[in-house]
DNA sequence: TGATTTAAAGACCATTTGGTCTATATCTTT
DNA sequence: AAAGATATAGACCAAATGGTCTTTAAATCA
């Protein structure tokens, strides 16, 4: 039988670029400088391709886009199912999750910002594409937190009368503000107490 | 001594137009697409004004935005003067406060979004303009949130361990985080009870 | 009425936008 | 070596961008 039902190599020139590779510094200048900011001759400049290329591997600007969207929500995905990770302590893990949003609202990481809310502000209203990820990727982050405040909850961690999926809502909104407020005034320290004083509230 | 002082009364065909209403529209439309994705069509539109008149009355794009951001501002901080009065009960000032931002987080007003965080996700990193104007507001936010909450400890109306400049970052930031998931999500009575439960965790 | 001032209308401009296409060079397999 | 496949470079395009300028109509005061 061998190859009979196989795919046929691919004959001559093989492709010499990573798309994946492509997708990601796509992103990175999508992240730095929002949707219509970024011009076809920044997103040749950091994907070294041309343009014949770039429009052949991924149709146009905004298809480029949304591939670099979703792997920034993959990759934000992919943090929290680690830091939230069912089989560490839960307290720990939202203790990890907050870190991680004190660390990119530190300094330098804070003043890039994040390409979600960027997105959120200057697309969502206006693409049903957009909308519908971002939608998505918030929905999800909050109910990988509030599933960790109900093992909590059930650990008997939480303070008295503290709703998981209240108390969910509260820390989402609160790191997406931090990431607001952090793109003008990027305060590590006092975003870590704050974060701090905020778990306080809800742990016993 | 009459009038040698006094400035000539202009002659000719008076100014046909309202400045500051013209401010107010063109606020209106980037408030609702963004600094980029509006182009002067669509201010000439809401202004009626010709090109002509609107360059000679604000100079560019950029400073036309700069005016109608600053007349943005100065509304939301009006708003925070009255809710959080220093002669009302600061308890009652930042219950109105956060149900303020349950009504603008909730339905239409929610989809429409909040043109200072547009404003600081889509160019506050590389307009210097903008940056400063931003970085203020959310210090002048934050401060007059802290005001309200010292006031409400020395009442005796807050929890034990609660520091006021902290839980103004917290509360702050939840806000400003309602307003961004609020953008493809604006669920009223679900935000209206996040923000109850996290005020009743700082005060008694 | 006539002088003066203003705004509107829109022609005009250089530049940039996202996007297409062709010619050429390069690489792999047969 | 030949054939086939692919990427690059860059010319090219229509449309839209922000911005200027001139002409004309309108409104006011002297």
């Known amino acids: 039988m061998s190859n009979r039902t196989s795919v046929p190599l691919p004959r001559g020139r093989p492709r010499s670029f990573d798309a994946e590779a492509a997708v990601e510094r796509a992103m990175d200048v999508f992240w730095s400088r929002g949707y219509h900011a970024t011009a076809l001759p920044d997103l040749l400049r950091v994907t070294k391709l041309s343009r014949g290329s770039l429009y052949a591997a991924f149709g146009d600007k905004h298809s480029l886009f949304l591939r670099a969207l979703d792997r920034y929500i993959a990759d934000a995905v992919t943090r929290m199912d680690i830091e939230l ?44 594409d957009v909308n519908r990820r971002i939608a998505s990727f918030f929905k999800v982050m909050e109910a990988r937190v509030a599933d960790a405040l109900s093992r909590a909850k059930a650990a008997g961690k939480l303070a008295d009368g503290v709703d998981p999926a209240n108390a969910a809502r509260i820390l989402v909104c609160f790191v997406e ?10 305060t590590g320290a006092i975003t870590q107490a704050a974060a701090d004083a905020l778990l306080d509230r809800f742990i016993r």
């Not at 870190?99 to 997105?119: E, K």
């Not at 503000?177 to 990027?186: D, E, N, Q």
């Open 85 to 128: 990770d069912p089989r560490k302590e839960p307290v720990d893990g939202l203790r990890a999750y907050l870190a991680g949003y004190v660390d990119r609202t530190s300094g330098t990481h804070g003043r890039r910002g994040c390409l979600v809310i960027a997105t959120t502000m200057e697309l969502a209203g206006r693409d049903a």
């Open 177 to 186: 503000g931090l990431r607001v407020i952090s793109k003008t005034a990027p």
